[in-house]
């Protein structure tokens, strides 16, 4: 019997960049972001397995990311949305559905007036993990959060979802203290696909 089968569903809430996509290496900075530019965005290696993986079990599939670069005038809202579209276009052709798609686009510190300062859904604000809680009737307690930055853990842990910290050494841009424990570490998604069925079959 799949996890679709009970009577309320359970989520796989994933952080974008740096676990479905590459991050990309900003020279002038040193470090790594999401992708500026659609020609940047590229999958995870086995990204799509992985989710295949996670949808074929009954888990529904949530994006939560903050991008906040149109907030920082780093690249236009056209931009954000092709990239957007760019990532929906390789999802169909593997026939992956997400449930919904959450992006955060403000920032406290940034130039573009609407998008900047405090707001209600940056992570680590459970927000929108709240929101899908209410909207798809989903079991948190069996829910999970990925991703690779403290804000994706805080965040999970503040919606009551076990969380997976995915350590991308080759991308890794050394912002985080580290000091935030998530409930399991994981090398890629594939990785902490391998821990959420694995939960399964022992809970
Ligand atoms: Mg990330
Ligand atoms: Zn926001």
Known sequence: MGVGALNKRVAVFLDRDGIINRN???PSTGIWESPLTVED??????ALIALRALQKEGFLLFVVS???NYAKAKATLQTLESIHRSLLHILS???IEFAAFYYCLHHPHGVVPEYSGTCSCRK?????LFQARDEYYLDMEHS???GDRDSDIECGQAAGVRTIR???K???DGADSGETHADFHADDLEAATKIILGALRTC
């Open 124 to 128: 680590p604000s459970p927000f929108y």
């Open 170 to 172: 080759e991308e890794s």
């Open 93 to 95: 052709k593997e026939q």
């Open 144 to 146: 999970w959060m990925v």
């Open 24 to 26: 990309v290496m900003n």
């Open 166 to 168: 995915v350590f991308n």
């Open 41 to 46: 965005f590229e999958m995870m290696p086995n």
């Open 66 to 68: 903050n991008q906040p």
